[in-house]
């Protein structure tokens, strides 16, 4: 018998109690771990990227054009390591529905760009050989069954090919992972020279050069340089870096930070309040028995300890288990979420915030009964019954 | 006998509730705890609401818009101008003085510079013909005036201004090689067009590499009916590789395909946190039927039957969820009624939209507050009519 | 004997905790008749209480029969039970048990909603109930605002309000100082000489036993003396 014993009986003695509690800490720290954890698979393409890796796009609007000779003549600037260039397709497989992100791109200069993009070398080969090749992100490999060889039809919502039609045909080249930022394992790239050979309007023209430098250091001035280079042109060009381009991307969509802070503070404000008025409750019930257990000897620090660790010990559990759920949804429904979320999943990030928080959440609501546990005289006690 | 018993009902109800005030601050943090869930539940629902009616508010049925076969949205559809020559001649538009009332226009997504963050986001500038503004029926300028046609001039949508800088009535800003002067800003209601640019097209053309390319063809239906006889000369002419749809087809079509993630993300979300509130009012009613103990047995002793007993324990639990609920559809109204924000639709432009409460919307997340009552109550109301007498008679 | 109120036959309460079966009371025969004032006394665990409960049909006996007017009781579902307690039995606890947030008007008037009388005779019936026990001018009042014995006496308009014949009474002065206690009892005679109740107290209180007609020890559920008072 020690207090860890008494912290136990005393979370067991209602049984249904603790346990209601435990699961309003499950609900919001289950909150906890799938928000953050696909607020963090969001913005990982801002924090991922190289920080040697620029993109340049039209000024107006990265939507708009330029024109195809851009990719050579950036490759030309002092400090620029590798170049591609690429544009959108509006690419769709079968059903407009079934849309696909996918851009046309020079092959040699992608892979070159792209260092952390994974392909056999014998995938490598057959998409640097075959001009109607296609190479496939894992997570869209997977969702549509192809396979490497495979020949697939697909379409574009915005291009025609020359007798009308709006598909093209493709074989497979290869299927690739990106494991330093799994979102583009959600992408398709087709070749450029196939692109500019087919297609009845937009020839020669590209939404994006891509590139690296040879050194952070340089970017600056390799940015001015090139927008220098093209200013009072009729496609002038704004070149940022990789991160903060896909940051201003990510933006577009809505402050989604902001939307998971604001349900995040109302779930825990909502939890904190229910578990600490509970745990006064607790504490107000056994007054009597923190009366004796003074008499015999108990010190308040001591009374003060036994319910903090009996709120820690509470909240450290629920989060524990609210973690293990949100773990275990997120793994089950790993193909619902590659679409909207590729490489969301629980990590070490996640963990160690939830116990902070639950340290934090234990504190809050052990705090206020365990200080009346300190200040409970033993006349009060006693006399109430 | 039924009057008497729901008369019983409203005295041992009456009770429930007047003995509250023993239990505040357990009662309270429920009551907090619903009011945050229904908050959250109704700012994702007004959010959403809002979105949709920006878009599907704004088409009218007899406007017709014609696409490319095959484009979903505008930004994908191209259409000739040959193809718009052949339009002007299709029957089923309206003319005036022989003219047909009839817009054909190009559609170019430009950069705005956000007033919350300083990033850019893609606007919409769209060069319109010369009917183009006399098509869109409930536009208003409400500063300045119309653009002129073959001048850089823009007219900016009041929610245009609202969320990005350098709009505001009389700004010039750049835009590839040309300034552009705004000289007008329009409303409409709040639906999807207060956050396009409006140029003429020829303009736009132009300053855009894109002579005599358009993307889509407004024209006025000489009658809504007319509609299907514009269709079927469309279809039947295989020089017009184009489709026909009512403005007001092609806009809830738009407002279907882009309620995205985070506008359902509401009821999954507020559901998750209801369990949590549930778990909540479960024990304030445990403990409301546990403090009320001696008091249950003693109306039972009385006479009282079971189901009083357990109509009063639940019509505690559900007051505490409505005055919850209400307080919540309150400060969500307050706060976010009206609050203006914007995502990208699938025409790869923002939306500016504003969140919308409406009364429907409230009772929908009233009603969850009411359920958690109900669920919450009714186990603790079920142990209320079944507390033995015997034993609770004589504690204090 | 057909002006009996109560009669046990054969009773037997027994009940089973922790695997060890205890018995209250076994083969108990009692006859109380209509307009008796008895008290039962003996000391803790004697099973006074539970013998109470078992003529209030809030308790269940094991064996036995409990006939109240020449009718079964012990065999009345829980509902019919309500009914019956509400018609015919008025309760008195020692912790007076009033609901806090009623004020003494209201708290008597409960037992009325279980009756089809309307607002009117509802509170006429109040009126009598408060006059009886001498607190008219406190109806309005909270428990709280009242002493141990006002809030007794309210407890004993409560009980009497709807017109039962048998009140039942749980030490209804073991928490009252001596004063309060006499008036309590005053009341509960005058009930009995004046208004034809039956009234069954128990208690610990010999002054309080010494008020009825006759008195019943039970020791180990046994009635060890009859002790016939006037």
Known sequence: MNQALLVAKNLGRRKLRTGLMLLALLIAFFLYGCLESFDRAFYASQNSAADNRLVSVNKVNFTLPLPISYGAQIGLVPGVSAVSYQSWFGGYYQDPRQFLIMFASDPAGYLAVYPNLQVTPAERTAWLADRTGLLVGRTVATKYHWHVGDHVPISSNIYTRAKGSHTWDFTISGIYSFPTDPAREGQVIMRHDYFDETVTFGRDTINMVMFTTKSAALNEAVIKRIDTQFANSPYETTTDTAAAFNRAFASQLGNIALIIRLVLISAFAAILLIVGNTMVMAVRERTREIGVLKTLGFSGTAIMMQILAESMLLSVTGALLGLAVAGLLITGLKDVIAGFAPGMHLAWQEVVGALGWAVVLGLATGGLPAWSGLKLRIATALGRI | ?396 | MTDCAFQLRHVSKRFTKAKETITIFEGLDLDIPAEDYVAIMGPSGSGKTTLLNVLGGIDQVTDGEVLFNGQRVDTLSESQLARWRANNIGFIFQFYNLMPVLTAAQNVELPLLLTSFNTAERRRRVEIALSLVNLSERSGHYPRELSGGQQQRVAIARAIVSDPQVLLCDEPTGDLDRSSADEVLKILKLLNEEHGKTIIVVTHDPEAAAHAKRILHLNKGVFVDRTVLT
């Open chain 2, 1 to 396: 006998m039924m009057p008497r018993v729901l008369r019983q009902c409203a005295a041992l109800a009456r009770m429930n509730i007047l003995s509250i005030p023993q239990r505040i601050w357990m009662s309270v943090s429920t009551c907090f705890a619903i009011a945050l869930v229904v908050a959250v539940l109704l700012v994702f629902l007004a959010m959403g609401n809002g979105f949709k009616q920006a878009q599907s508010s704004a088409g009218a049925a007899d406007i017709a818009i014609v696409l490319r076969d095959g484009a979903q949205t505008e930004i994908s559809s191209t259409v000739s101008r040959e193809q718009v020559m052949l339009l002007e001649e299709a029957p089923g538009i309206a003319r005036a003085s022989g003219k047909p009332l009839l817009s054909a226009e190009l559609y170019v997504i430009v950069d705005g510079i956000r007033r919350s963050n300083g990033l850019k986001s893609n606007l919409p500038l769209r060069g319109l013909g010369v009917e183009g503004a006399a098509l869109r029926h409930n536009v208003r300028i409400v500063q300045g005036r119309m653009f002129r046609s073959g001048t850089n001039e823009l007219v900016v949508g009041q929610g245009v201004t609202r969320e990005f800088a350098g709009f505001d009535l009389g700004h010039t800003l750049r835009l590839g090689q040309t300034v552009w002067t705004v000289v007008g800003i329009f409303a409409d209601g709040g639906t999807v067009r207060e956050s396009e640019l409006w140029a003429d097209v020829g303009v736009v053309q132009s300053v855009f590499h894109r002579l005599n390319v358009f993307q889509t063809v407004r024209a006025r239906l000489a009658s809504p009916a007319a509609l299907a006889t514009l269709k079927s000369h469309v279809a039947n002419d295989p020089r017009l590789q184009l489709v026909v749809e009512s403005e007001a087809e092609y806009f809830s079509e738009q407002a279907k395909q882009s309620s995205g993630l985070i506008q359902n993300l509401g009821w999954p979300l507020a559901i998750i946190m209801a369990i949590g509130a549930l778990a909540g009012a479960l024990n304030t009613m445990y403990s409301s039927v546990a403090a009320r103990g001696t008091e249950i047995a003693t109306l039972r002793a009385i006479g009282f039957g079971g189901i009083p007993t357990f109509a009063g324990t639940l019509a505690e639990a559900l007051a505490l969820s409505i005055v919850g609920g209400l307080f919540g559809v309150l400060a969500a109204t307050v706060v976010f009624n009206g609050y203006s924000a914007s995502t990208l639709s699938s025409n790869f432009t923002q939306v500016i939209f504003t969140f919308k409460m409406t009364p429907a919307l409230c009772v929908r997340a009233l009603w969850l507050a009411i359920t958690i009552g109900l669920i919450g109550g009714i186990l603790p109301a079920i142990r209320a009519a079944r507390l033995p007498i015997v034993g609770m008679l004589g504690e204090q």
